[in-house]
T-cell receptor
Framework: NAGVMQNPRHLVRRRGQEARLRCSPMKGHSHVYWYRQLPEEGLKFMVY????????ESGMPKERFSAEFPKEGPSILRIQQVVRGDSAAYFC??????????????FGQGTRLTVV | AQSVSQHNHHVILSEAASLELGCNYSYGGTVNLFWYVQYPGQHLQLLLKYFSGDPLVKGIKGFEAEFIKSKFSFNLRKPSVQWSDTAEYFCAVNALNFGNEKLTFGTGTRLTIIP
């Protein structure tokens, strides 16, 4: 059972370009979370998705950022018109969580985005 | 909303020293608690977790943590650290509200072990 797979591992974009980050959850997991880690800071929650549904996007910036988790394929975090401040490590986690049960989230290796 | 505080930003210890990293959270309800470790350039790995039951939790690599509900704390301990424990350690909380699935992380503690 492969772990949470994120690609690319490293992504370099010029200011104004779009960044697309992909996350394939562990097999059997239908819940995906995206977190951002800025230099010298902890992880900050961005968005929580289930298949075809955004459950909680309270941590997403209001503009330029969007996320999806389609019925087929990986979850995508999209950042439009990137700026230098978007440079960070973006981590995806997945869990099989059913509501009311105690489960843990498994993290991918992250995508390190550098905006130049 | 819940929050997590890790007061030790950077801890430096010699090998074989004992370790205790503090973690306090603010949330009045039922919580799940986690400690994750991030080795340089790697992803987060789960060290240990508390869901319910015995408040003293044992994890991998000789780590343990104690949940003290009255103090809202979940401190991480290891009796004798090794050089390979050099990493960043994150405490995280999941408040068990229906529909609230996200983890709230502390800012992390960087642990440096001197050989």
């Amino acid at each position: 059972n492969a772990g949470v797979m994120q690609n690319p591992r490293h992504l370099v974009r010029r200011r104004g370009q779009e960044a697309r980050l992909r996350c394939s959850p562990m097999k059997g997991h239908s819940h995906v979370y995206w977190y951002r880690q800025l230099p010298e800071e902890g992880l900050k929650f961005m968005v929580y998705l289930q298949k075809e549904n955004i459950i909680d996007e309270s941590g997403m910036p209001k503009e330029r950022f969007s996320a999806e988790f389609p019925k087929e394929g990986p979850s995508i975090l999209r950042i439009q018109q990137v700026v230098r401040g978007d440079s960070a490590a973006y981590f995806c986690a997945s869990s099989p969580r059913d509501r009311g049960s105690n489960t843990e989230a498994f993290f991918g290796q992250g995508t390190r985005l550098t905006v130049v | 909303a819940q929050s997590v505080s890790q007061h030790n930003h950077h801890v430096i210890l010699s090998e074989a020293a004992s370790l205790e990293l503090g973690c306090n959270y603010s949330y009045g309800g039922t919580v799940n608690l986690f400690w994750y470790v991030q080795y340089p350039g790697q992803h987060l790995q789960l060290l240990l977790k508390y869901f319910s039951g015995d408040p003293l939790v044992k994890g991998i690599k000789g780590f343990e943590a104690e949940f003290i509900k009255s103090k809202f704390s979940f401190n991480l301990r290891k009796p004798s650290v090794q050089w390979s424990d050099t990493a960043e350690y994150f405490c995280a909380v999941n408040a068990l509200n229906f529909g609230n699935e996200k983890l709230t992380f502390g800012t992390g503690t960087r642990l440096t072990i001197i050989p």
